[in-house]
């Protein structure tokens, strides 16, 4: 079986660390996709490699596109986990990547993933997701993870996440670094339920501030900040609308006070 796993280049990575993440289950609101792209798009990252998406999705769930282009045939675009890297420092890179959740054989994700890394050289990968809580909406959003180094969360002011039940890749790709011998950094936004928006920028600037803290990355987050003010306007005035939504919303607030 040929190996999933596809360079387009080799750079020599000087102190790379790895941030990935994957849209579907583990990301409520789009916020950790969006929050990778974001970092992209202020690195001007640029293509580095991909994982061949045959091996581990259902292509009746999750179909490639076709795209036109000059070409009298069109082009097919496969949802492959994709990977870039760029730099903010020059005494440092970061490797970016993003796709999604994989349906099939996890295991074998996950040993692909393993691979790749290996062969950049990174020795430290964070891993973003987003889950769907009974938070306020106004509130600063809560970023919570779990850490092979519990020193890394206290200094970014994380605290440590004590969910237990079913997990997605995330989980699964955080527990395989972390038995390879990676540094590994997982980090959840908390977002809220009942509100069925996304993308949503919030979450998005509370995970990309943390990556910020935890990485010591200089980016310049105005754009997504007024766009999560902006997100959080149309919110208040969703809550407004709707009497059931804001007893809902006060409520929520009154247990809040009462812890």
């Known amino acids: 079986m040929d190996d999933p796993v596809r360079f387009f280049v080799r750079p020599s990575l000087r102190g790379a660390a790895l941030v990935l993440a994957f849209e579907g289950w583990n990301d409520a609101g789009a916020a950790a996709s969006a929050a990778v792209r974001f970092v992209e798009d202020s690195l001007h990252a640029?293509?580095?490699?991909?994982?061949d998406a045959e091996e581990f999705l259902d292509f009746t769930v999750a179909r490639p596109e076709v795209r036109a282009g000059h070409d009298p045939l069109r082009a097919i675009e496969w949802p492959n986990t994709r990977f870039r890297y760029g730099s903010a420092d020059p005494s440092s890179e970061l490797v970016t990547g993003c796709g999604l959740e994989p349906h099939l054989r996890w295991g074998a994700f996950a040993d692909a993933c393993v691979r790749l890394v290996r062969a950049l050289g990174v020795d430290r990968v964070v891993l973003l997701g987003a889950f769907l809580a009974e938070v306020v909406y106004s509130r600063p959003v809560a970023v919570t993870g779990f850490a092979s180094d519990p020193a890394l969360l206290e200094r970014i002011g994380a605290p440590r996440s004590e969910y237990e039940g079913p997990t997605g890749i995330v989980g699964v790709l955080a527990d395989r670094f972390?038995?390879?011998?990676?540094?590994?950094?997982?980090?959840?936004?908390?977002?809220p339920g009942y509100i069925s928006a996304s993308p949503n920028p919030r979450g998005t600037l509370a995970l990309v501030q943390k990556l910020m803290a935890l990485l010591d990355l200089k980016l310049d987050t105005g754009r997504l900040e007024r766009e999560a003010a902006a997100f959080e306007e149309r919110v208040s005035e969703l809550v407004a609308a709707d009497p059931e939504l804001g007893e809902y919303v006060r409520a929520l607030k009154k247990r809040e006070f009462a812890q």
């Open 178 to 191: 972390g038995a390879e011998g990676f540094e590994v950094v997982s980090l959840w936004a908390g977002l």
């Open 46 to 51: 640029v293509p580095l490699a991909e994982i």
